[in-house]
């Protein structure tokens, strides 16, 4: 019996802020598109996750007049730095320069995703949840045969171009045979949840807490505050060296939570302990033009390499597809389109990504990080750099490396008189 296949012109597998905000940028480009958006889970879905979201998510949902989901979230202030031998910083945000809001939010990815996926349902794609993606299939005219299934029944979609916004673990990414990125190219990640009565008290703030090279050795532990008492935090390390050293991610959690309680923060009710993986932008996969078929997020590897950051990118990543494609869906210009896409990606993010993955070379040793927070502790412009490293799409100039590479050699009481004046 033939089956019922349905068509669309785009078809996204992956819900998460990737797809979901692929999907609602192809709606707001060309309204007359017909989208569909796949997705394994059932939404409000957990995902393993720092939670944290700053100026770049903003101004993502602001393209198309959406950070109204944003609404009485509190906002986070400052962040806090700390490396071997308890050297601290902290530093209240900075203005980025490369977007309107230089504001940060913790929201609990349960919500998070689970709201941007109603923007999208509100602008009138069809989105199937609980379906995963089985296989693909390229015609003569370059359309795509797509199967999804669930536990009842199978489905088939005939598309003209399917956006693979399935994560770390893409399946459409291996079907592609795309390699995955080696060990030394991605993270291994623990998240949970805690109550914290004092963790505000403690900072005097409501500030990010990150912690390089303590707890774990060559990676980093952050404490992220949310609404009222609730505690993201978590710790990660990569590939290479977990599996180098056989570490255990429920261990270094738990030498975290010491940590924590020994700068006096009361640590309640861990719960909802996830680990996962996180492939960093300093190896990303070349795109097989036989298929009109484009990657998006982690599917994509598009973490950043020095913080971990990955929402903002996958979120622009699936505007930046939709602005070049959703005019040439139609036409023998799609794969044209594609490319044009994967270029302004790289060309807007590479020296931005390249400098972080320095960044995160330099962090991964102990004397470095020391040098650099006390560099930063009495330098302001260098702590701010590292911010906007952090936060907006700041990359190292030649000036820059040069001025960073002078303040590290100089001594500290030099560097301290220098700032004042
Ligand atoms: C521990 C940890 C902490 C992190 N902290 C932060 C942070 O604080 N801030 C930040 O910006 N980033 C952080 N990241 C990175 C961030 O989580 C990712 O970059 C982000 O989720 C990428 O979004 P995405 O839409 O590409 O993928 P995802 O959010 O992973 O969404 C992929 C979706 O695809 C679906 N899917 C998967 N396979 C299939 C299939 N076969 N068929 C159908 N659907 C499928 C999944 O159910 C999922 O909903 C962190 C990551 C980890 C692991």
Redesign the pocket.
Known sequence: MQKNVKKYDVLI???????ANAAISYKNLNPDLVVGL????IFP?D???????GPGVISALKRFNNEHILDGEPQVVSTTLYGPDNIGIQNYIPQVKNKDDSIVYVIPRIDL?NRILNLAKDEGVDVYEG???VDFTSNEDKSLNVK?KNDNEDLEFLTKILVG???????IRKKLNYEPNSDWHKAI???AYIDSPNYLEIFKERTLMFEINVSADKGYAWA?PSKGNLLNI?I?VPVSIFKKDKLDINKLLDNFVTELEGRGVIVENIRKQK????PFASSRPKRNRDFNVAL????SS??NPMS?????Y?MEAGYLLAKNTHHVIDTDGLSLGIDIYEKEFTKRFRKHYLSCALARLILQSPFMTKRLLRVASKDQDTIDFVVELLFDEAYLTITEVIKIAYKFLLPSKLLAFRSKN
């Open positions: 597998i992956g819900a998460g802020p990737a797809g796949v997705d394994k889970s879905r995902k393993s996750c720092g939670d944290a979201i995703d379906y995963s993606f999804v916004a399935d994560g770390a673990n893409s399946r990640a623990i998240r992220f978590g990660g680990s996962y993986l996180l998006i997020g982690d599917a598009m973490i971990g950051e990955g929402i903002f996958g």
